[in-house]
T-cell receptor
Framework: QQQVKQSPQSLIVQKGGISIINCAYENTAFDYFPWYQQFPGKGPALLIAIRPDVSEKKEGRFTISFNKSAKQFSLHIMDSQPGDSATYFCAAQAPDSWGKLQFGAGTQVVVTP | DAGVIQSPRHEVTEMGQEVTLRCKPISGHDYLFWYRQTMMRGLELLIYFNNNVPIDDSGMPEDRFSAKMPNASFSTLKIQPSEPRDSAVYFC??????????FGPGTRLTVL
């Protein structure tokens, strides 16, 4: 069973709009929560990551919000652009996992012009 | 830096044939991961290595799959015999620390 549950499965947003992707987890031992971005025909690439001692992290138009008590975290893409059209994966990692990442199922984001 | 290199990029084979996928991690990266990606199952971790030693192969679907890392700059994932349900994109990723993983471009495998 997936240890990280991601929603929605797909998302269509207009250019300039906000894309929001949500993830939930159960394992309270997780201490690292990255988001990966994957373009068609490419491998996933790290976009932004957060640790549970921080409630929010922002890099450019991308923001992670983290709610430790609810065991949820989300990715917000502000001012979405057509170039942001990709599949986004949330993930989580425990400190004793030798680098093993638990990936969510992925969200396909399409930004229309 | 060239990044993670995978070969071949595309492989088409017939059921029952042996398939070998290759990966060259980024120099200096001690961790290497093999993933399989399908529409139905998403990204699945198959096996990972630390300093060329397999740490966890619990994700390998069955005995037809095997992986080796004979040295720090080369790893293989072998499927023998291949089946149509093995059709997927296979990714190799490496990292110097157990945090950010750097993915290769993937090998698209089609088993007819």
């Amino acid at each position: 069973q997936q240890q990280v549950k991601q929603s929605p499965q797909s998302l269509i947003v207009q250019k300039g709009g906000i894309s929001i992707i949500n993830c939930a987890y159960e394992n309270t031992a997780f201490d690292y929560f990255p988001w990966y971005q994957q373009f068609p025909g490419k491998g996933p690439a790290l976009l932004i990551a957060i640790r549970p001692d921080v409630s929010e992290k922002k890099e450019g138009r991308f923001t992670i919000s983290f709610n430790k008590s609810a065991k949820q975290f989300s990715l917000h893409i502000m001012d979405s652009q057509p170039g942001d059209s990709a599949t986004y994966f949330c993930a989580a990692q425990a400190p004793d996992s030798w680098g093993k990442l638990q990936f969510g199922a992925g969200t396909q984001v399409v930004v229309t012009p | 830096d060239a990044g993670v290199i995978q070969s071949p990029r595309h492989e088409v084979t017939e059921m029952g044939q042996e398939v070998t996928l290759r990966c060259k991690p980024i120099s200096g990266h001690d961790y290497l991961f093999w993933y399989r990606q399908t529409m139905m199952r998403g990204l699945e971790l198959l096996i990972y290595f630390n300093n060329n030693v397999p740490i966890d192969d619990s994700g390998m679907p069955e005995d037809r799959f095997s992986a080796k890392m004979p040295n720090a700059s080369f790893s293989t994932l072998k499927i023998q015999p291949s089946e149509p349900r093995d059709s997927a994109v296979y990714f190799c990723a490496s990292t110097p620390t157990p945090r950010e993983q750097f993915f290769g471009p993937g090998t698209r495998l089609t088993v007819l």
